[in-house]
């Protein structure tokens, strides 16, 4: 089971590090939007007990055991679109996702 980042994540990830602090950005899952589930990316100021930690071009991102079912496979890229800046997964593990992009069904 593998994470990967590509090297506009990382570097995006080792900017917020440098700033904030941390170990790494998680990456994890909560309900929300008419698919069901959405994202979330937040600093981890430390690694938990079932985290799993996967590193790419420098740095790391951490997903818990759950939440690494619905992540296996998936690459985090970060994104520019229009004046909004984001983090974005492609994720094989998706079987639908809302029309505005906010939640994701598995």
């Keep these: 089971m593998a994470i990967t980042l590509t090297e506009k994540a990382a570097a995006r990830v080792q900017t917020l590090l440098a ?3 941390g170990v790494g950005l998680r990456v994890g899952l909560r309900k929300a939007g008419c698919s069901g589930m959405a994202y979330t990316f937040d600093i981890a100021p430390q690694a938990g007990a ?21 992540l296996d496979g998936a690459q985090l890229d970060y ?7 984001m983090f974005r997964l492609r994720n094989p ?11 994701v069904a598995f």
């Design 19 to 21: 700033k904030q602090g």
């Design 50 to 70: 079932d985290d799993q930690v996967f590193e790419s071009h420098g740095a790391k991102v951490l997903v818990d055991r759950e939440t690494l079912i619905f």
């Design 79 to 85: 994104v520019r679109d229009g004046l909004n800046e």
């Design 93 to 103: 593990n998706e079987k639908a996702a809302c029309g505005c992009g906010e939640s």
